[in-house]
């Protein structure tokens, strides 16, 4: 069971890959003039988490979603409000950001969200 508020979707990228892509970038002839967004082409949310989960053991993985007052209720007061925020940030897009340019620069597909058994 995934527990957890209400959340938005996320670009989960592999460190890895965003270091291997850093390194392109330093090391290439290639300019780039200003920011660089390196994120995996898809953003997934604890439901798509949830239902990867569920397919890789074989047996339902459960998402629940708690209000946010229950969700700091679990917690020291500061650190539940501290976390509570980056899924408020989740729900109004800020992590859901995806681009090409990750992909581009290792010349191969980034590591995806994916769990092994």
């Known amino acids: 069971m995934i527990t957890a508020p209400a959340d ?3 670009s989960w990228t592999d460190r890895a890959d965003a270091a291997e892509a850093a390194a392109v970038i330093l090391a290439g002839d290639s300019a ?6 390196l994120t995996a082409r898809q953003a997934v949310t604890f439901d798509d988490v949830a239902e990867i989960a569920s397919r890789v053991i074989g047996r339902e993985v459960k998402r629940v979603v708690v209000d946010d007052d229950e969700w700091i209720a679990g917690e020291p ?3 539940g409000r501290m976390k509570l925020t980056m899924f408020q ?3 109004r897009g800020h992590f859901a950001e ?3 340019v990750l992909a581009e620069l290792l010349g191969r597909e980034p590591r995806r969200l994916t769990l092994q058994s």
């Open 89 to 91: 940030a989740a729900r």
């Open 98 to 100: 995806t681009s090409p």
């Open 32 to 37: 780039f003039d200003g920011p660089v967004t």
């Open 8 to 10: 938005g979707p996320v």
């Open 77 to 79: 007061e500061e650190i």
